[in-house]
Antibody
Framework: QVQLVQSGAEVKKPGASVKVSCKAS????????ISWVRQAPGQGLEWVGW????????NYAQNLQGRVTMTTDTSTSTAYMELRSLRSDDTAVYYC?????????????????????WGKGTTVTVSS | DIQMTQSPSSLSASVRDRVTITCRAS??????LNWYQQKPVKAPKLLIY???SLQSGVPSRFSGSGSGTDFTLTISSLQPEDFATYYC?????????FGQGTKVEIK
């Protein structure tokens, strides 16, 4: 079955970096982008960005530009999200999700993406 | 960025009640609207995509409607397992944005 398995919880000090992995299985990895979403304690969902598993193109949330890098390793069907210069407000659960899509008629429309399969989440705690 | 506003932020309802959650976009997003359900300490689960398409495996008591700026998620007969937080999300343009969530609690 289609699944995304994420790496384990991390505890980091302010200013450090963290790299979270997301290993995909059960589908052609390069066929769909991987999106990352985070959720601070007691808060709502925040989109972090996405990466095309086909060509590595990325799109990041502007508030994280310069601190976040998403990559993929197609040989292992794994996506990675690295966040640098960590701050206390980066403390959150980080989810990866497959970005599936359909075409909305007329066919000239851009595809409608939606996150249909999610990893269980990786807790990143930033604390001195 | 497109702002997504859900209402209400929370509601109390009883089993078998009909529940409606609304989501408004700050600009027209066509049908590029998805709905997710999240239970405590669990990952979100896709319910509805493209405003009104039911994700495979999701019970038919869930339905979505709307286009443009106004959207609705309806649970026709609330079940015990439906008590959760619901989020709308637009994929019309990046950054993808979520509503603030609607928590559905037991009355």
């Amino acid at each position: 079955q289609v699944q995304l398995v994420q790496s384990g919880a991390e505890v980091k000090k302010p200013g450090a970096s963290v790299k979270v992995s997301c290993k995909a299985s059960g589908y052609p990895f390069t066929s769909y982008p991987i999106s990352w979403v985070r959720q601070a304690p007691g808060q709502g969902l925040e989109w972090v960005g996405w990466i095309s598993a086909y060509n590595g193109n990325t799109n990041y949330a502007q508030n994280l530009q310069g601190r976040v890098t998403m990559t993929t390793d197609t040989s292992t069907s794994t996506a990675y999200m690295e966040l640098r210069s960590l701050r206390s407000d980066d403390t959150a659960v980080y989810y990866c999700a497959r970005a599936y899509h359909i075409i909305l008629l007329p066919a000239a429309n851009p595809p409608c993406y939606y996150m249909d399969v999610w990893g269980k989440g990786t807790t990143v705690t930033v604390s001195s | 960025d497109i702002q997504m506003t859900q209402s209400p932020s929370s509601l109390s309802a009883s089993v078998r009640d009909r529940v409606t959650i609304t989501c408004r976009a700050s600009q027209s997003i066509g049908s590029y609207l998805n709905w997710y359900q999240q239970k405590p300490v669990k990952a979100p689960k896709l319910l509805i995509y493209a405003a009104s398409s039911l994700q495979s495996g999701v019970p038919s008591r869930f339905s979505g409607s709307g286009s443009g700026t106004d959207f609705t998620l309806t649970i026709s007969s609330l079940q015990p397992e439906d008590f959760a937080t619901y989020y709308c999300q637009q994929s019309y343009s990046t950054p993808w944005t979520f509503g603030q969530g609607t928590k559905v609690e037991i009355k």
